[in-house]
């Protein structure tokens, strides 16, 4: 399942710590303005090597498009591109190919697969994030074109029990040997009403669907969310109102999204990502042989997957939001 989306498909490729990462854009009407340094600004977000809270892996994520684009504007084929590996250590992971590393995916993927990438996690690291942020940065210059007044960001709201100085208090968890975990909170606004397809597509379903996809996700909420619960029918409602000529609601605990379409609202969620399963210190497992052993894993690595996560997250937004508006094209006749 390395394809996302039904009109606007994404397809990545590549391994963490293989020669190069990539995908493919297919879907993309023609016409588009692509521009390329705002693609690269949003890589520069995500990649590693920018902050003592971050793994030291120093990788440049240079983005190279190979097909779909010409004079700037994309021509409706797919496009291509790759961004090349120049920073790998494979050697850090020697130990691990016979390891199993508490709470991360070697296990699983050997159970599935009979084998596995044991270079940095392979497809199982956030290395290929990457590439959807190209792919959800693509999507954002579509909506910004077709949406007057679309916007789109995340934030961190939440490192373990801290709501303020983010990176002070990963690094700390960082000097510890430890990891941590948190929330970031996405904030859509421009979506007009009537995105998104129930019973099965319903909008917010199709969000927690690409924000579960994302390493470390494990919650995810819309609008009033798991809060609501402690309100009443009568509290959580929002009513509906004529402004200006328009139909609006005068609160939003729907988060922009009734009956699984969009109304119009600001649509706004969370997602919580758990600590990184990869630490520094020593901890209990077994190897593929079943035997217990104790594995301190060497490396670098992320304390926490928040401060880069928060482009990942506008990116899957990004490309969960053009698809529904490339699906709604087709819902009646004009």
């Given at each position: 399942m390395n394809t996302f989306g039904t009109l606007y498909r994404f397809t990545e490729f590549g391994e963490s710590h293989g020669p190069a990462i990539g995908g493919v854009i297919d879907g993309l009407p023609a016409g588009v303005v692509i521009d390329t340094d705002?693609?690269?600004s949003?890589?520069?977000?995500r990649r590693p090597g920018t902050s003592a809270a971050n793994t030291a892996r120093n990788e440049a994520d240079r983005?190279?498009?190979l097909s779909?684009?010409?004079d700037g504007k994309s021509t409706g084929t797919p496009i291509g591109f790759l961004i090349r590996n120049t920073n790998q250590h494979s050697s850090d992971y020697d130990r691990l190919k016979e390891a199993f590393r508490p709470s991360h995916a070697d296990y699983t993927y050997t159970a599935k697969y009979g084998l596995r990438d044991w270079r940095g996690g392979g497809r199982a690291s956030a290395r290929e994030t990457a590439c959807r942020v190209v792919a959800g940065a693509v999507a954002t210059l579509a909506l910004r074109q077709v949406l007057p007044g679309f916007s789109l960001s995340a934030k961190i709201l939440q490192?373990?029990?801290?709501?303020?100085?983010f990176e002070q208090a990963i690094l700390a968890v960082k000097a510890e040997g430890d990891t941590i975990g948190g929330i970031i909170g996405c904030n859509i606004q421009g979506v007009p009403a009537g995105l998104g397809d129930p019973i099965f597509g319903k909008l917010q379903a199709k969000l927690a669907a690409a924000m579960l996809s994302i390493n470390a996700a494990k919650g995810f909420d819309y609008?009033?969310?798991f809060e609501g619960v402690a309100l009443r029918g009568s509290q959580l409602n929002d009513p509906f109102e004529n402004r200006d000529g328009r139909i609006r609601t005068r609160t939003n605990h729907s988060g922009g999204i009734q009956g699984g379409i969009s109304n119009g609202e600001e649509i706004y969620f969370r997602v919580v990502f758990k600590p990184i399963a990869t630490l520094a210190r020593e901890q209990d497992t077994v190897d593929a042989g079943g035997n217990p052993i104790r594995l301190a894993v060497h490396g670098r690595h992320d304390t926490s997957v928040l401060l880069r996560a928060?482009?990942?997250v506008e990116s899957m937004a990004a490309m969960v939001i053009l698809d529904a508006w490339l699906l709604n094209r087709n819902?009646?006749?004009q």
């Open positions: 705002y693609i690269q949003q890589l520069d977000r983005v190279e498009f779909g684009i010409l490192v373990g029990e801290a709501t303020q100085d609008g009033s969310g928060v482009p990942v819902a009646r006749i």
